[in-house]
């Protein structure tokens, strides 16, 4: 078959989940423009449909060496774009060397990343080998504040330990559990006002909390919604309640250790539903017991799925599974919002939510 009348593949890694619709009102998409066709339609539905436009493939490989050997065999060459999601960590690996080598010489050009944060793919190298990457920056944001709502009043309230209690049938435990503290008239520091802390902030704001928020700069007026800006140390130093909410880079590893545990209020509380080696976990751990954090409610953790066992075994600290977006609403709204920027790579050869560093790439 001749070049000119060939279809590019999209090549599949990971898997496109089967959810109910839910109602057209709960799909919003913005940014992406033109997607009402969307709305009526599961993701496999929404999937499926791009066979029109190109051939549709999967990997048979399940590891990552392997998946190079896969590569290299010419399984995924014609390959136009690819559909990321976050568990196809376990058939690649990291989104990175050798792997964007061989995608890139099989002729990938676009990786749609179905997720807000995309640690897992080193930009750069994916830049190197000429593939553009986009990221889904706005369809989690509900779903991830009201995590780290979640989170933070079980942590406020210490009600992590009755649960605990209860479920082994004494009720409130053997003996009461310490008191926790109301959310009302607490600061609350959100590090990284983005969407999902501008989110969480309205929320917060529900339970009369005051808001200040951190990041690299000031945002507008409108943009912050009235939100205190402080610096880095000062958020620390004067907050009840820090809510992270930013990307893992090398700038943002580790961001909260010890020195900052050390300038924090005796009292306070850690939330977290960004990523977990955002915060030193062993730090954490060590702040905890030594009563220089009050409590915290983490979501993602640093060696995830692993979770330090000071954390398992502490009961005052709430935990969940990197829970942050399962739902059937945002599950469904970042996979067809997925789709549509392979789409829009098809169509129209280029992304439309690619990642902050790729903005100016070249061809």
């Keep these: 078959m001749s070049s000119a009348t060939s279809k590019p593949k999209v090549l599949l890694l990971g898997s496109i ?3 109910p619709s839910p109602p057209p ?5 913005h940014p992406l423009p033109s997607t009402d066709h969307l ?3 599961t993701a496999r539905d929404s999937y ?3 066979s029109s436009l190109a051939d549709l493939i999967t990997p048979r490989s399940t590891n990552r060496d392997d998946f190079i050997k896969e590569a290299k065999s010419g399984a995924f060459d014609g390959v136009r774009a690819a559909y990321r999601t976050f568990q196809s960590v376990s058939i690649t690996g990291r989104i990175e060397g050798e792997v964007c080598e061989v995608l890139g010489k099989a002729g990938l050009r676009f990786l749609a990343h179905n997720g807000a944060g995309y640690d897992q793919c080193n930009i750069p190298d994916c830049t190197t080998a000429g593939i553009r990457v986009s990221n889904v920056p706005t369809a989690v944001d509900a779903a991830t504040a009201d995590t780290a709502i979640f989170l933070m009043l079980g942590a406020l309230r210490n009600f992590n330990q009755p649960i605990i209690a209860l479920r082994k049938g004494v009720f409130r435990g053997e003996k009461p559990p310490p008191l926790g503290h109301d959310p009302e008239g607490k600061v609350l520091g959100i590090l990284g006002m983005g969407g999902i802390g501008r989110d969480l902030k309205r ?3 529900a339970f009369k909390m005051t808001v200040q928020y951190h990041n690299r700069n000031p945002l507008s007026e409108e943009m912050s919604g009235g ?3 402080v610096g880095f140390e000062e958020l620390l130093r004067t907050s009840d309640v820090i809510s992270l909410n930013l990307p893992l880079n090398k700038s943002t590893h580790h961001m909260i250790s010890t020195p900052q545990f050390a300038i ?3 009292s306070v509380v850690i939330v977290n539903t960004a990523r977990g080696a955002v915060i030193d976990e062993a730090a954490l751990v060590k702040a905890l017991d030594e009563g220089k954090v009050f409590s915290c409610g983490l979501d993602v953790y640093e060696e995830e799925p692993k979770i330090h066992p000071g954390l398992m075994d502490n009961p005052s600290v709430t935990l969940l599974p990197h829970m942050g977006t399962w739902t059937v609403e945002t599950q469904t709204e970042m996979e067809l919002f997925n789709i549509d920027n392979i789409r829009s790579a098809l169509e129209t050869g280029s992304l439309k939510t690619p990642v902050q560093e790729q903005k100016d790439m070249k061809d």
Excluded: G
């Design 39 to 41: 709305t009526s339609q």
């Design 17 to 19: 989940d089967q959810y």
């Design 48 to 50: 499926d449909s791009l």
């Design 227 to 229: 939100a205190k800006y």
């Design 25 to 29: 009102s709960r799909i919003s998409y």
């Design 203 to 205: 929320k917060a704001e």
């Design 264 to 266: 924090m209020k005796p």
